[in-house]
């Protein structure tokens, strides 16, 4: 099973598994990782699972699918390496992805 | 004071239905949401997106099926009290006594929260200075657009809200727009504005820009910007607004004594009821062992909840089970029948 890292805004380090074809959002949500809020469940509509990628990690994810950008403007101190966790699923090719949740959703 | 049998917080489809089931069985009630629209998520989040799992109706959007809901209302009379955030529920000695941001005061013995995930309220903007100028000289919606004649106003967001405001205060003020990237998300024809316009020097385009600081005496007077490449800027402003969307916050709802799951409230499944006598959740906001966020699922929840409002408005009186199709009283309700 993969392993992701979710990295807090005070620095703490959580590293679970999360089964393949669950999304990043839905491995923070079911292991109660503070700071993923994902208000609309999934929906790409509320920009409140919002997560900085490592730059090692950016690149290897699958691009960004229409929608999410536009989302990432409402996003809270959006940057370039910025993604909505609810769109990035889970593969054997992204354990040992890391993650930082940003210090607040909105 | 207003009395009624039931109030219910959040227009939303699961509001909308819950009032339809209030009404079929005979009970009054109003409905309050902190919108200035009806529809809630449906109509704020998911307007155009086409949804495919409400039973019977093959596809329809977010829009569609709040105007359908809304249509199901027509026999009744319901009175909606919109851009009202419910901010207070206490009990008096018998009914809860419900109070609003705009000073109404309802007097009920059932309270349904149809709130979804709380209420919508603008998303700010992450510097915490903005607070100290908050409706002074940073906004987040525009209510006087007078009070921007002849001054320099700092507009920020890349959707229809920012783009539609830059355009229209172009006229009469100096306009910055900032955008984090260079793409809009507006509307196509006013994206094509804008650049006319930036190109005629009536508007400054900052993209890829994003605020870092605000400054000033009392009054706004400059914005510090920063961009990806961390190059610095100061504009003079004015005035800031800020178009981010919305956010869903659960607000007041946290202070009213009821057992929170995160940011759900524990219902049992016979009535929906929280801990509290007469105050229930349906819809996305309640948590029970099981419970689906879906539309679908509110619907349910909202049914049998106004069933046990029924026991509270009306104690004296035995509530008969009835169906729509051969009730005589239900289709007098519906308007179906003399």
């Known amino acids: 099973m993969p392993k992701i890292t979710y990295i807090t805004s005070e620095n703490e380090n959580h590293t679970i598994d999360v089964d393949n074809g669950l999304t990043v959002m839905e491995g923070a949500v079911q292991n109660n990782i503070p700071g993923i809020d994902a208000d609309c469940g999934g929906g790409m509509a509320c920009a409140t699972c919002h997560v900085y990628v490592t730059e090692d990690w950016f690149d290897k994810l699958p691009k960004k699918e229409d929608g999410e950008e536009d989302m990432l403007d409402m996003a809270y101190e959006p940057k370039k390496n910025s993604r909505l966790s609810c769109q990035i699923v889970i593969s054997d090719e992204l354990d040992g ?9 909105g | 004071m207003i009395k009624t049998d039931a109030i219910i917080i959040g227009a939303g489809p699961v509001g909308l239905f819950t009032a339809h089931q209030l009404k079929l069985i005979g009970l009054d009630c109003e409905i309050v949401d902190n919108l200035d629209k009806i529809g809630g998520q449906c109509i704020e989040l998911y307007p155009d997106k086409p949804i495919y799992d409400i039973p019977a109706v093959p596809e329809c959007t977010g829009k569609e099926l709040t105007k359908n809901l809304i249509n199901q209302l027509k026999p009744f009379d319901i009175k909606f009290h919109l851009s009202e955030r419910v901010e207070e529920v206490k009990k008096d000695d018998v009914n809860w006594i419900v109070k609003t941001n705009n000073r109404k005061i309802f007097s009920t013995p059932n309270v349904i929260i149809a709130g979804g995930v709380g209420s919508f309220e603008p998303r700010k903007f992450p510097v915490k200075e903005c607070e100290k100028f908050e409706n002074k000289s940073v906004f987040y919606s525009v209510k006087d657009k007078k009070i921007f004649e002849g001054k320099t106003v700092a507009i920020f967001g890349g959707g229809d809200s920012a783009l539609d405001w830059a355009v229209e205060l172009s006229k009469n003020s100096k306009v910055n ?20 316009l930036v190109n005629e020097g009536k508007i400054n385009l900052f993209t890829k820009y994003q605020m870092t600081s605000v400054k000033g005496n009392g009054k706004l007077e400059s914005i510090g910007i920063k961009n990806d490449d961390d190059e610095k800027k100061n504009i003079k402003a004015d005035y800031a607004l800020g178009f981010f969307g919305l956010i869903m916050q659960l607000g007041p709802i946290a202070n009213w004594g009821l057992n929170l799951d995160k940011k759900t409230i524990e ?18 906001i309640c948590s029970y062992p099981g419970k689906l966020k879906l539309i679908l699922s509110g619907f349910h929840e909202g049914a049998l909840a106004a069933r046990a409002c029924f026991k509270l408005a009306r104690p004296n009186e035995k509530y008969r089970f009835e169906f729509s199709t051969t009730s005589k009283t239900l289709l007098k309700r519906l308007g179906k029948k003399e």
Not at chain 2, 185 to 194: I, L, M, P, S
Not at chain 2, 267 to 284: C, L, M, P, S
């Open chain 1, 97 to 105: 992805l890391k993650v930082n949740i940003p210090s607040k959703q």
């Open chain 2, 177 to 196: 727009l900032i955008h984090r990237r260079e793409e809009f998300r507006g509307a196509q024809a006013t994206v094509n504005k804008v650049h006319a």
């Open chain 2, 267 to 284: 219902v049992d499944t016979e009535k929906f009821e929280t801990n509290q006598k007469g105050i229930y959740a349906v819809g996305d």
